[in-house]
């Protein structure tokens, strides 16, 4: 039999049961995501994704579930995360607000041509859930995450195109015959993340397990002021990965 309930774990020369040691699961678990940074529906200005490559984005987590009540059928589990968030595309746009250094000099304005995103996030997250146990074998999920940012990537190119300065009519800036220009909005990515986890984890024996949930961002990952792009930015992730319960 899968014994999910808790473990009776011995603290030291004493025998005495205590909230640590009594109806909780610890575990180390692993995951691989497959994900990125996206506005909630395409907007306008973005007309064609030419490329998506999630990259490997890992993350490392323990944690520990308090398992309540007589049947211990409901438990609330918390513990610390380690991850990395990221993402490279390649799109065509037109009228796209976005700021390029050129000449040493920041411009900002519309752009349509192509654009190049790169995006590599690290974080420490903290999640807070409720587990239902479905069956000897499955439990489910859900509840919320906090993350503070670690270390932060958030840059890209333009080319093959123009820029209008300021306005979608103001001066033009051309970007012709492999010519570029750069941006980097990593110093713009917001410090603290904050959003939704629910996922399932299936049990192949007394220890093992192998799981499954999505996570998704409620907040923009770049800072509340800044408006060198027009649309909101949130992590949405699927992640996969394997446990290990002591």
């Given at each position: 039999?899968i014994?999910?309930?808790g473990v009776?774990a011995?603290?030291?020369?004493s025998?005495h049961?205590n909230f640590?040691?009594?109806?909780?699961?610890y575990?180390?678990?692993?995951?691989?995501?497959?994900?990125?940074s996206s506005?909630?529906g395409l907007?306008?200005?973005i007309?064609k994704?030419e490329?998506?490559?999630?990259?490997?984005?890992?993350g490392l987590e323990?944690?520990a579930t308090k398992?309540?009540g007589?049947k211990?059928?409901?438990?609330?589990r918390?513990?610390l995360r380690f991850?990395t968030?990221?993402m490279?595309t390649?799109a065509?746009?037109?009228?796209?607000l976005?700021e390029?250094?050129?000449?040493?000099?920041?411009?900002k304005?519309?752009?349509?041509?192509?654009?190049e995103?790169?995006?590599?996030?690290t974080?420490l997250?903290?999640p807070?859930?409720?587990?239902?146990k479905?069956?000897n074998?499955?439990n489910?999920?859900?509840?919320?995450?906090?993350?503070?940012l670690?270390?932060?990537?958030?840059d890209?190119?333009?080319?093959?195109?123009y820029l209008?300065q300021?306005t979608?009519?103001g001066?033009?800036?051309?970007?012709?015959?492999g010519?570029?220009a750069?941006?980097?909005?990593s110093e713009?990515v917001?410090k603290?993340?904050?959003g939704?986890q629910v996922?399932a984890?299936?049990l192949l024996?007394?220890?093992?397990?192998f799981?499954t949930d999505?996570?998704?961002g409620?907040?923009n990952i770049?800072?509340k002021?800044?408006?060198s792009?027009d649309?909101?930015?949130?992590?949405?992730?699927?992640?996969v990965?394997f446990?290990y319960?002591?």
């Amino acid at each position: 039999m899968i014994a999910t309930g808790g473990v009776q774990a011995q603290s030291g020369t004493s025998n005495h049961p205590n909230f640590f040691n009594t109806d909780i699961d610890y575990a180390l678990q692993a995951q691989f995501s497959i994900g990125g940074s996206s506005p909630l529906g395409l907007p306008q200005t973005i007309r064609k994704i030419e490329s998506f490559n999630p990259g490997l984005q890992v993350g490392l987590e323990a944690n520990a579930t308090k398992w309540l009540g007589e049947k211990k059928i409901l438990g609330v589990r918390t513990g610390l995360r380690f991850e990395t968030k990221g993402m490279k595309t390649k799109a065509r746009v037109k009228n796209y607000l976005t700021e390029i250094v050129k000449d040493n000099a920041k411009v900002k304005g519309y752009y349509t041509g192509k654009v190049e995103t790169n995006v590599q996030n690290t974080y420490l997250t903290l999640p807070v859930l409720a587990v239902y146990k479905l069956s000897n074998r499955w439990n489910l999920y859900g509840g919320l995450y906090f993350a503070t940012l670690l270390d932060n990537s958030f840059d890209g190119n333009v080319s093959d195109g123009y820029l209008r300065q300021n306005t979608p009519t103001g001066t033009k800036i051309t970007f012709e015959e492999g010519s570029q220009a750069f941006y980097d909005f990593s110093e713009n990515v917001r410090k603290f993340q904050w959003g939704t986890q629910v996922g399932a984890e299936w049990l192949l024996n007394q220890h093992f397990k192998f799981l499954t949930d999505l996570t998704y961002g409620f907040n923009n990952i770049l800072e509340k002021d800044f408006n060198s792009i027009d649309f909101s930015m949130h992590n949405i992730y699927l992640n996969v990965g394997f446990g290990y319960t002591f």
